[in-house]
């Protein structure tokens, strides 16, 4: 009897929900950075533990000045359904609030808040999330070729 051989195994896409207490700064910046790099490869979500009305004004125009599109980009409530749905969650500065579900990964960026900074200020945030963001990419898809930092223009 002979047997056919196996398909190879596709693996999954790697989620990862980046979440902060209004879903309006850090965790868009994080979002938006990790979409744009990994090219499909890996799934970001955003979300924050008491989400404000809108992405901060600063970060939007930020982000836009770097090529980036956050106009999409909507505060939304972090639930555990969310987390349990990813494979990792970064948390950024919502501490406690956020609910803890077991079996997913969960590391701490301590990384300032921009909501009300200079553009510099928000800037310099926005290099330390680009930073770690591609490290992390590193390590979930270490196959995968990044593009240029979007700061290496700037």
Excluded: K
């Amino acid at each position: 009897m002979t047997s056919t051989p196996a398909a190879p195994a596709t693996p999954a896409t790697p989620q990862v929900v980046f979440a902060c207490v209004r879903n309006g700064g850090r965790s868009v910046i994080s979002r938006v950075l990790a979409e744009h790099y990994a090219g499909g490869r890996v799934r970001a979500l955003s979300a924050g533990t008491q989400p404000g009305e809108h992405v901060h004004p600063e970060v939007a125009r930020a982000l836009t000045s770097l090529g980036l599109d956050a106009s999409a980009e909507v505060p939304t409530l972090l639930t555990r359904d969310t987390i349990a749905a990813s494979d990792l969650a970064i948390t950024l500065g919502c501490g406690e609030e956020c609910p803890y579900v077991p079996g997913v990964q969960y590391r701490d960026w301590p990384v300032a808040d921009p909501g009300g900074q200079d553009d510099a200020t928000v800037r310099a945030i926005i290099g330390d999330l680009d930073a770690r963001v591609r490290g992390l990419l590193g390590e979930l898809v270490p196959d995968h070729e990044l593009p240029p930092s979007v700061l290496s223009g700037a």
